[in-house]
């Protein structure tokens, strides 16, 4: 199953911009952005993500079968996933399609960028694949799962705050915009855990997995 699409990721937006109180006319536009950006990133972040090699298995030969026994790691990134420069340029076009010009656009963008940037990041060094990878002729046979737990809301609102506050952005709203970026960002990395799978064909050898692998 696909990472959240970016319609998806704006009808969340939506909710959390209008539980925080944040209604103005703007406020469907930032949550289309948002959902724009999100989609976008995750969507890169699935297609750079790898599972490094290493994760303990128990496949005897002659047959090489039997699972793997113990989780594995994400590779971080910037190799594993993308970082805030290469997200500030997507977050930029975002806030343009949406017609979000102001003074602060720059700013925005850079504080999407950090916080999405800073989300993955915790999200590969949280998650991990989970043992129980079948393995037949020195290779995983079967898709594998991911488990928890994906960075929570409460732990990412300190820091998008954190990254507005860097940039400049000290409106009465700007606590509660960084409250609602940080749920939708929370939401979208605890459904990548249920959604993405670990793609078969890692090479192993009786002891480990011997080969990195990827995420579909």
Do not use: C, H, Y
Request: charged share 10%.
């Amino acid at each position: 199953m696909p990472a959240p699409s970016s319609s998806e990721i704006e009808n969340k937006a939506n909710s959390a911009l209008d539980a925080a109180g944040i209604r103005g006319a703007n406020a469907p536009d930032l949550a289309g952005a948002l959902g724009q950006l999100l989609g976008q990133s995750l969507t890169l972040f699935v297609s750079m993500a790898m599972v490094l090699p290493g994760i303990p298995a128990a496949a005897p030969p002659p047959a090489g079968s039997g699972s793997t026994t113990g989780p594995g790691m994400l590779l971080p990134p910037p190799a594993g996933g993308p970082g805030p420069a290469q997200l500030e340029p997507l977050a930029l076009g975002a806030l343009s399609s949406k017609r979000l010009n102001g003074k602060g656009k720059a700013a925005l963008a850079k504080v999407l960028a950090q916080s999405i940037g800073q989300a993955l990041l915790l999200f590969t060094a949280q998650v991990k694949v989970a043992p129980g990878l079948a393995i037949a002729g020195f290779a995983t046979a079967a898709p594998g799962m991911l488990m928890g737990p994906a960075p929570a809301g409460p732990v990412l609102r300190p820091l998008v705050l954190g990254f507005a506050q860097a940039q400049g952005l000290r409106g009465r709203d700007v606590p509660d915009l960084a409250g609602a970026i940080a749920d939708v960002l929370a939401w979208a990395l605890g459904e990548l855990i249920t959604r993405l799978k670990v793609t078969p064909g890692i090479a192993s050898t009786p002891a480990a997995t011997a080969a990195p692998g990827r995420l579909m």
